[in-house]
């Protein structure tokens, strides 16, 4: 039992220490790293769909909406995205040319698998982005895009939501590359970085831990933490959110930094942390003010950001998190690492059982 878990204490630290060893492989099988380029082939025809459908559920479909960001940004295709149990009820005019994907690890949730024979029924081609190649989802696709995890035990997602990122980049830039939205140059360079993401990963989980428990500690006393991010950061402010409900069952929201002031901001006090995800990018100032507002009114701030970011900010912090900077397309994934030690350490410290936290299933099978 212990040797499953590679000698660490929980499913799901031994899930996010694999990281960079599972990255590498799901990238290996859908990038060539000599010759910078990207193979997706399958049926759907990316450069012909006038647009792209998605649906998942909790991480999975948080992954999907950062796949959003790519697909529009690189590939210039609209995206459609919902959680599946709203997905399959909405009667989305979907035009039948379009192509659709479905994210799951297990393959098996209730939700995202009507989404899919709803989307069959009405002749749009589709793709199954899972874990488990077996799974009733990954038969019933037209396409299935193997995401190359491994298992993964834990009921907190952690290597399976990275190693969908991954391959959902790749398709966005082999979308992108179709339909001649990217030059040849541009998708050498997202392949690149995409290429360099295993040993970034295994060089930020070396390096963080001491730090992350720290401050885990002091998470571990709140009540509510707030989540905020621009851009991809937004969906990776939702899933930091996710991460540490599910399993310190402490109260947190994910939220885009802009919308602070149109609501959240009444929350804040004294006793609200409040993490910002910012890496240095063209977001960055602009998330940096967002944390004024916040410290303004005494929220505590805990930035996670890069070394560009660090170098920037100059406003004092409970604490802040410094990562390499890296180009904007492993960003979140990147990022992602922090955020997940921080609720593994935070319910650890807190004694939660954090491979089967209450209430919740690996898989769910039903409506
Ligand atoms: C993630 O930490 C959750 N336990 C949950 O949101 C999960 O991602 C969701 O239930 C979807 O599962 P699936 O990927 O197997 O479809």
Redesign the pocket.
Known sequence: YLADKRNHRHFMKKEIYEQPEVIARALGHYINIEGNSVDTASCIDFASVPSVAIS?????YLAGLIAKYWFERYARLPVEIDVASEFRYREIPLPPQSAALF???????AD?LASLRYCKERGLKTGAVVNTRESTIAREADAVFPILAGPEIG???TK?FTCQLAVLATLAISAAKARGTVTEDEVKALVGSLAEMPCIMGRVLNSIQPDIELLSRELAKCRDVLYLGRGTSFPLAMEGA??LK?ISYIHAEGYAAGELKHGPIALIDENMPVIVIAPHDRFFNKTVSNMEEAAARGGRIILITDEKGAAASKLDTMHTIVLPAVDEIIAPMIFSLPIQLLAYHTAVFMGKDVDQPRN?A???TVE
């Open positions: 998942a559920c909790g991480t999975a994210i799951s690890q297990s393959g098996e949730t995202t009921v907190a997602s399976a996710l991460k599910e919740l690996k898989s769910v």
